[in-house]
């Protein structure tokens, strides 16, 4: 759990306010990103062939249609991130899995309109000591709630 604890005081430095002050799974155990400012939309996140898979889901945690929806999708830090080639799919978008430790940054927009909403999650596939799980997984806060 120190990770976990150096990975939110890190956050709480970079001004990112998680949901619910810790992480959030989907229906599907995947990672869950805030993509709004209501909860009412979100991505779920699973590895699979060496991608991240993000699924949209609504305020229910159900698929949303993916139709004018666009993220942008970065790594690295503030001084050098680096842009990640972002796929679109039919229930949301595939973009390749970052170094183990690195931060994950997604922009999200609703319409072309739409003010953008970041969201970013940091891919440490460490194993939590309490629940085995990788800790960008990590089910503990899930299980004290
Ligand atoms: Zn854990």
């Given at each position: 759990m120190k990770t976990k604890l150096m990975t939110l005081a890190l956050a709480l430095i970079a001004g990112v306010a998680f949901g619910h002050g810790g992480v959030e799974l989907g229906p599907k155990g995947g990672r869950l990103l805030e993509l709004s400012k209501d909860e009412s939309m979100h991505a779920e996140v699973l590895v699979k062939d060496g991608k991240f898979h993000l699924t949209l889901l609504d305020k229910d945690l159900k698929p949303v249609k993916v139709t004018e929806q666009t993220i942008t999708a970065t790594t690295g830090d503030r001084k050098s991130p680096e842009k990640l080639e972002v796929a679109k799919t039919d229930t949301g978008f595939t973009v390749p899995v970052v170094k183990d430790g690195a931060w994950l940054i997604v922009q999200f927009k609703a319409t072309p309109k739409a003010k953008p909403i970041t969201a970013r999650m940091e891919y440490d596939t460490g194993e939590c000591?309490?629940?085995?799980?990788?800790e960008w997984l990590c089910k503990c806060k899930e299980e004290k709630k």
């Open positions: 000591s309490e629940c085995k799980s990788p």
